[in-house]
């Protein structure tokens, strides 16, 4: 089987980049989670009879391919428009099916979701050419799932809740034995938002624990930390996080950025307890066998940990509890849960590639 992404990253089993080139022309799409979904589902297909495309899209290719696979993670919201319009035109000119995985809508920090008109049609056109070339339609979460249905008009047999594949990157090998019975001391940050709140609570954390870390995940940041660009400090309550080059935990070395996710994975491995608001590093640290706990700021990570019973609590409730004893002990309970539901979550995810006529790898 020949499969093509819609990515530049390159695939995980090929020979390495040298970092610097991979940041350089941002091959991660502006945020290295993006790397753990693509790694995730292609693993999932990897056999010694598949073959694995990325961009850009060449002449021969179009004869191989046997099915376009795109791991979206967000899509369905004002800004990104342009990108909506760009998949419409991939989905016009496929020969062959679409297969989306994980696909979702966003919201804002009180879990609304609506689009201007503008979106809306143009979200309406995609889904309209999609549903010719595609099977079933993998989304992110339930929140995305009512908003195609009740605001879009998509038919819900074809749409299965599937969450983020990037949580299966071991498949059925996953190491269920959780890291607990600690008092936390090694703690690794990181966080998306522009929550005021929120920075002063993850600041607190920083300046308390001195072996804390920081994980940064997207490309200014990375080119910061290369040396290749200066940040100025923020004039507002941004200057609490470690996003530009004066900041006591950039100057300390405290703040991290891995292209690949090996060094990713082995990075978190060696922490205690990992918190923070971007899902894919709080994926990366339970796959590390690190607990983890996600601040649920938006319905984006929220329907995703949801689905996925991973630990979260929303915004407000973690910045009230403000105790990070309290936090990591709700996280323990909350990873047995996680690993109770694992399997069926994987079984779900299998059933969907196999009903978009995919080949799973045995072994996976």
């Not at 376009?68 to 099916?97: G, Q, S």
Request: charged share 20%; proline share 3%; aromatic share 12%.
């Amino acid at each position: 089987m020949n499969y093509k992404f819609c990515s530049n990253y390159p695939f995980e089993f090929e020979n390495h980049l040298p970092d610097s080139e991979i940041i350089a022309k941002n091959l991660f799409g502006g945020n290295i989670g993006n790397i753990l979904f693509q790694n995730s589902v292609v693993k999932s297909l990897q056999s010694n009879n598949t073959l694995f495309h990325g961009m850009p899209e060449k002449e021969d290719d179009k004869r191989k391919i046997d099915a376009y696979i795109w791991p979206i993670a967000n899509l369905f919201c004002d800004i990104f428009l342009d990108l909506i319009n760009y998949f419409t035109e991939k989905i016009v000119i496929a020969k062959k099916p679409i297969v989306i995985v994980g696909v979702g809508a966003d919201s804002d920090s009180d879990f609304n979701i609506s689009v201007n008109n503008v979106t809306a049609k143009a979200i309406k056109k995609f889904f309209d050419l999609l549903l010719e070339k595609t099977y079933i339609i993998g989304l992110r979460g339930i929140y995305t799932r009512d908003f195609l249905i009740n605001k879009i008009g998509v038919p819900h047999e074809r749409l299965n809740v599937i969450g983020c594949p990037s949580i299966l990157y071991h498949g059925s090998h996953l190491n269920k034995n959780i890291k607990s019975n600690v008092s936390p001391q090694k703690i690794c940050v990181h966080s998306g938002s522009t929550d005021e709140n929120e920075a002063v609570f993850l600041n607190s954390i920083l300046k308390k624990y001195h072996q804390s870390h920081v994980i940064l995940t997207d490309l200014k940041q990375a080119l910061m930390l290369q040396g290749a660009s200066y940040i100025n400090k923020p004039k507002d309550f941004r200057s609490l996080l470690p996003f530009y080059n004066d900041h006591f935990i950039i100057k300390e070395k405290r703040a991290h950025f891995f292209c690949y996710q090996n060094d990713l994975l082995k990075f978190f491995s060696n922490f205690d307890f990992t918190i923070g608001s971007r899902i894919h590093m709080t994926v990366a640290s339970i796959l590390s066998g690190t607990p983890a706990l996600l601040i649920a700021h938006s319905t984006r990570v929220k329907e995703l940990a949801m689905h996925l019973h991973i630990p979260h609590l929303d915004r407000k409730t973690i910045i009230k509890i403000n105790n990070v004893q309290i936090l990591y002990d709700f996280c323990i309970d909350k990873m047995k849960e996680f690993y109770d539901y694992y399997d069926d979550l994987l079984l779900s995810y299998k059933n969907f590639m196999k009903s978009n006529k995919l080949n799973i790898n045995e072994e996976f």
